[in-house]
């Protein structure tokens, strides 16, 4: 054995990464007759750098796949690049450059620092999704999904992002602003592509179920997104004016910004919804047991009533323009001051014909959802309460919670929306929440008035986008026949390149040739023009999954019968922020995919498990003047903190997630450099539980520095030449004790893997590793636990580990080594101490084997010195054993 050397992480790492790569471990076979694991972090945007939340990601995905393999799975764990965006746009534009260009710059940017660190990665599945091949496959999947119904286009009121001039998704809407721009979105109405996710609204909801591997905030994330009610579809019938007028909002006290209908003609507005819709308004209701406490119904702004008035009424305008400025999300709906808009119209209540309710427009109320109209019920709905109390309607209680009294009971300022005793309710009086729901839509069926129906939240998924960096949506418009699908031969339809950003807007719209140039109707054969939209990006990640299972080439072939029998991905390993959007629209792709024939999945399922990771955090820095200094130009002195060059006072703020804007940032490659990879992923992995964020410390990486010189020091120091795969069958003692604490320990390294708790196996590695620091044998023992030791840091410190394999005489690559068995008979603690008492008194002690036989103990027991030197001259009469117990002699 050579003799002991500096570890030197900048020497050995990129040599075992040359190592690995001339040997093309990472490559996954799709022919192996191994069980598969298809190991998979959220794949990244090619923004030019890694950062260390990519280093965390990735480092978590890569323990798990390197685990899986030593324990004799076929891995599959592919890179690549979520490459369409906005961001390359901004940036051609800032920069004068080109989309493409700036994009395919920064992979191989990212590229190179990402191969230092060491993943191991199946290089050669890589791709981006705005390479032609992807795109043209996604063009060929958008033409499947639409001959199978998954696609459709519809003029549609859509979510208008101003700076990004785009359409925007619901989801991508928060808190009424664009997801990315950061922008106060409008209401635009236009001609939109659509995917029929609400097709699979009940599967999506179902499959939640068995994805037991989720987190569970996760999954309830995406139920309340898909929000599924089940209640009652119900019409209320115009209440027939009588030639009377109803008293208008007047007699109501009014608030400062109520709107009032007193100066609409009341008779010709309620003709015109007399006649547009006789039957009267229906509403959508989860509480059809409330029904005796409405005292309104609303409908939304947007309804065809309320458009009906519109168009005659200036007044009504007004409001909905008011009720606009609002914007389209529901987040801002529901946090917006109430308004409304006294129709003047009156229905009836279904129950009791005595009693009219007051039609209202309610900004409340969205047209989205349900029938864009309901049934107020200020007692017992919180939004229907802020209304009433605002605009003076009454407030009738009808759920009677336990232990209050029908005579005193009052709301206050909260409805109530708990269980209780229907009262004040008639022919439901004195029943339960859930009873008085199933009677009232019994009674309301029976009626002919409505019945029970099944809402979905979830909406189908608007694509459209007017931008350049993405995939061009394959369809021909042609003014006779319409849109047309681009035949199958005539794709890619690939992006130009001589494009221009001078002005505002799609530039493919305006491109001087690319849209119309040999563009005829598949159909008719007439001239017609291309469609200019593009894909939402959303679209890309949907499916890149199965790009990389079935090795799509850069020709557009893909195994689709490989990518089958990869899927679903085992390990899923991302961030939370895309618990709804990217989760869920995978989710649909790939049951698109499947009903189109393309994947075979039965569940439909794409990800088996998920795990979403924390964030990396770092303190932020300010100087004097309030300006963020990056951590490396901070120094310490004394106790204060100062910035390097300039020596002003730097004052140390919050620890907050890691980014460009705050410059809390270190650089991933800067740390590669000074410490290595394995000291980086080591640091991320070991420091805090995965799911929890950690903070990156310059104390912490050195810890984790010294730690893996430690590691070395103790191969080092190592003599014995048994080879790390030994197995020291006949250990005694110290050895014994070694052993045992090597098996504990990988058995609950294991675990920890295996419940993604890396840093309770990162304390048992160090654990394992100061046992083997004191041990002084050079003997089996010590190889065996070394051995051990090594392939339990390989999925970590890859690089160290390999080094160190090779040092103990290890056979072939540490990453080929099979997992570490626990011997279980190294987990009981199988020894013990008995206590030898001569006369009564205690002399001695034996530490034996529980399961020792009698004569043995005897005989062990008797060469004690202890006990030797108590019987003395005398004799032996009797030796009582309690076997566990103790040695009882008796002597004289
Ligand atoms: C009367 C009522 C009484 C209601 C009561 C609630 C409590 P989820 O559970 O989310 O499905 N609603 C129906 N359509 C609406 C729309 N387009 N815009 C705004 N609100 C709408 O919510 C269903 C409830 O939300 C429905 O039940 C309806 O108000 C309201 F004590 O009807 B409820
Ligand atoms: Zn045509």
Redesign the pocket.
């Known amino acids: 054995m050579s003799e002991s050397t500096k570890y030197n992480a900048a020497e050995v790492e990129p040599r075992w990464q040359q190592v690995w790569a001339e040997a093309d471990i990472y490559r996954a076979e799709d022919s192996s007759d191994k069980p598969k694991f298809y190991a998979l972090e959220m794949f990244p945007y090619p923004s030019g750098r890694i950062h260390m939340g990519h280093v965390r990601n990735y480092a978590m995905g890569d323990v798990v796949a390197r685990y899986k393999k030593a324990q004799g799975f076929e891995v599959l764990h592919p890179m690549g690049w979520d490459s369409f965006g906005m961001p390359a746009e901004n940036a051609a534009i800032a920069t004068d450059g080109h989309p493409k260009d700036w994009t395919y710059n920064n992979i191989d940017e990212m590229r190179a620092p990402m191969q230092r660190l060491g993943f191991a990665l199946d290089w050669s599945r890589e791709f981006a999704t705005s390479d032609v091949a992807y795109y043209k496959t996604q063009q060929q999947i958008f033409l499947k999904f639409w001959e199978n119904d998954l696609v459709y286009r519809k003029t549609a009121k859509v979510n208008w992002d101003p700076v990004d001039n785009t359409v925007l998704a619901n989801e991508q809407v928060i808190d009424g602003k664009g997801w990315r721009s950061g922008a106060t979105v409008e209401q635009r109405d236009m001609d939109q592509w659509f995917f029929k996710i609400t097709n699979y609204a009940e599967e999506l909801l179902e499959g939640l179920d068995g994805l037991d591997r989720w987190p569970e905030k996760v999954r309830t994330m995406q139920a309340n997104w898909i ?1 599924k ?1 089940e ?1 009652l579809q119900m019409r209320f019938e115009w209440a027939v004016p009588n030639g009377e007028k109803r008293p208008l909002v007047e007699n109501y006290p009014l608030s400062g910004d109520v709107y009032t209908s007193l100066e609409l003609d009341w008779h010709d507005d309620f003709t015109t919804a007399l006649n547009n819709h006789p039957d009267g308004i229906e ?6 047991d ?2 005796f ?2 005292s309104f119904v609303a409908i ?1 702004p947007d309804h065809p009533i309320a458009k009906n008035m519109f168009e005659t009424t200036a007044r009504v305008e007004d409001f909905i323009l008011e009720c606009q400025k609002i914007g389209t999300s529901e987040e801002a709906i529901a946090q917006a001051p109430k308004l409304g808009f006294d129709t003047g119209l009156l229905v009836q209540h279904p129950f009791d014909e005595s009693i009219t309710l007051p039609v209202w427009i309610a900004n ?14 200020p ?3 919180q ?2 309460l802020d209304f009433a109390r605002k605009y003076g309607l009454p407030v009738t209680p009808v ?1 009677l919670p336990e232990g209050e009294d029908a005579a005193t009971y009052d709301v206050g300022t909260e ?1 109530y ?1 708990g269980e209780g005793k229907l009262f004040n309710s008639s022919f439901l009086n004195g029943l339960n929440k859930s009873k008085g729901i199933k009677t009232a839509i019994h009674k309301i069926s029976e009626m002919g008035l409505g019945e029970g129906v099944t ?1 979905y ?1 979830l909406r189908d998924w608007g694509v459209s986008r007017q931008r350049y960096w993405g995939c061009p949506i394959p369809v021909i418009k042609c003014e006779s026949c319409g849109s047309q699908p681009v035949p199958e031969d005539q794709l890619p339809v690939e992006l130009p390149y001589d494009i221009n950003f001078d002005k505002p807007g799609n530039p493919l719209d305006r491109h001087p040739t690319w849209k119309t140039e040999g563009v005829t109707c598949p159909k008719c054969g007439e001239a017609a023009e291309r469609e200019t939209d593009t894909l939402d990006t959303f679209a890309d990640s949907s499916w890149y999954f199965a790009a990389f299972g079935g090795s799509l080439d850069q020709d557009g072939n893909l195994d689709w019968e490989a990518a089958s029998k990869w899927l679903p991905v085992d390990q899923y390993v991302g961030g939370v922020e895309h618990a709804v959007l990217h989760l869920l629209y995978a989710r649909f792709f790939t049951r698109g995919l499947r009903d189109c024939g393309l994947l075979d999945l039965p569940s439909g399922e794409p990800f088996a498990g998920l795990f979403t990771q924390g964030m990396v955090t770092h303190a932020v820095y300010t100087d004097e003047d309030g300006d963020y200094v990056l951590p490396e130009d901070v120094i310490e002195d004394g106790n204060q903190l100062l910035r390097i060059g300039t020596k002003s006072i730097v004052t140390k703020g919050d620890v907050i997630k890691m980014s460009k804007s705050k410059k809390n940032v270190v650089d991933p490659d800067e740390i590669i450099k000074g410490y290595g990879a394995d000291v980086a992923r080591w640091f991320v992995l070991s420091d805090s539980p995965p799911e929890r964020d950690v903070e990156w410390t310059e104390s912490g990486v050195i810890g984790a520095w010294r730690f893996s010189k430690k590691v070395w020091n103790v191969v080092s120091a190592t003599t014995a030449t048994d080879g790390p795969l030994s197995v020291a069958t006949d250990a005694k003692g110290d050895a014994l004790e070694l052993r045992k604490l090597a098996h504990r320990a990988m058995e609950n390294i294991t675990a920890g893997i295996e419940a993604f708790r890396f840093n309770t196996s990162v304390a048992q590695i160090y654990e394992l590793t100061n046992a083997l620091n004191k041990y002084k044998g050079q003997d089996a023992a010590r190889s065996e636990a070394l051995g051990i030791l090594i392939r339990a840091i390989a999925p970590f410190m890859p690089h160290l580990a390999e080094e160190c394999w090779a040092k103990l005489g290890g056979e072939g690559l540490v990453y080929h080594a099979p997992w570490p068995e626990v011997d279980p008979k190294m987990l009981i603690d199988d020894t013990i101490t008995l206590p030898l008492q001569v006369n009564g008194k205690r002399r001695g002690e034996l530490n034996i084997a529980k399961d020792l036989p009698k004569d043995e103990i005897e005989k062990l027991a008797m060469a004690d010195e202890g006990v030797q030197r108590a019987i003395g001259d005398g004799t032996v009469r009797k030796v009582i054993i309690v076997p566990g117990r103790i040695v009882n002699i008796v002597a004289s």
């Open positions: 929000g009610s209640g509403v959508f209701t989860t509480r059809p409330t029904l406490g409405a939304s409340f109320v969205l047209m989205g959802y349900g029938t864009g109209a309901v049934f107020g019920c007692a017992h709905d939004r229907d759920v409805a929306t809402q939240r």
